[in-house]
C-alpha cells in the first residue's frame, strides 16, 4: 500500500507565494511521474503540473510561467512551488504518484488535498 500526505497550504494574498510538500509512504519499489492537480468549487479537476522519474516537467498553461514543480527522489517527495498567486489558483490541491510497489503492479494513487486560497 501507498500513502501521499500533502502539506504547505493556507491563506495568501494575491501576488504571494506557497509551497506544497507531498511525501510518499509505503510499501514503494519504484515511482515514475508524480504530480499535481487541483479542483475549485464548482469545477472540474484539472492538472496543474507533473514530473516523471527523469525530471522532465509540464504544466498547464494557466500555471506555466508562475509554478515550478521539483522532486527529490531520495525522500519520495515532490514539490510545488507557486509564485504570483491569482485569486483564480484558489483550489483544493492533490498531489499523486504513479508508483510500481514492491512485488507488484504499476498504479496512480492519491493525497488526501491541502486547501489553497488566495484572497485580499
Known amino acids: 500500500q501507498v500513502q501521499l500526505v500533502e502539506s504547505g497550504g493556507g491563506l495568501v494574498q494575491p501576488g504571494g507565494s506557497l509551497r506544497l510538500s507531498c511525501a510518499a509512504s509505503?510499501?514503494?519499489?519504484?515511482?515514475?511521474?508524480m504530480g499535481w492537480h487541483r479542483q475549485a468549487p464548482g469545477k472540474q479537476r484539472e492538472l496543474v503540473a507533473v514530473?516523471?522519474?527523469?525530471?522532465?516537467?509540464k504544466y498547464a498553461d494557466s500555471v506555466k510561467g508562475r509554478f515550478t514543480i521539483s522532486r527529490d527522489n531520495a525522500k519520495n517527495t515532490v514539490y510545488l512551488q507557486m509564485n504570483s498567486l491569482k485569486p483564480e489558483d484558489t483550489a483544493v490541491y492533490y498531489c499523486?504518484?504513479?508508483?510500481?510497489?514492491?512485488?507488484?503492479?504499476?498504479?496512480?494513487?492519491w493525497g488526501q488535498g491541502t486547501q489553497v486560497t488566495v484572497s485580499s
Open positions: 499523486s504518484g504513479n508508483v510500481r510497489i514492491v512485488g507488484g503492479p504499476i498504479d496512480d494513487y
Open positions: 509505503g510499501n514503494i519499489f519504484s515511482i515514475y511521474a
Open positions: 514530473i516523471n522519474s527523469g525530471g522532465s516537467t
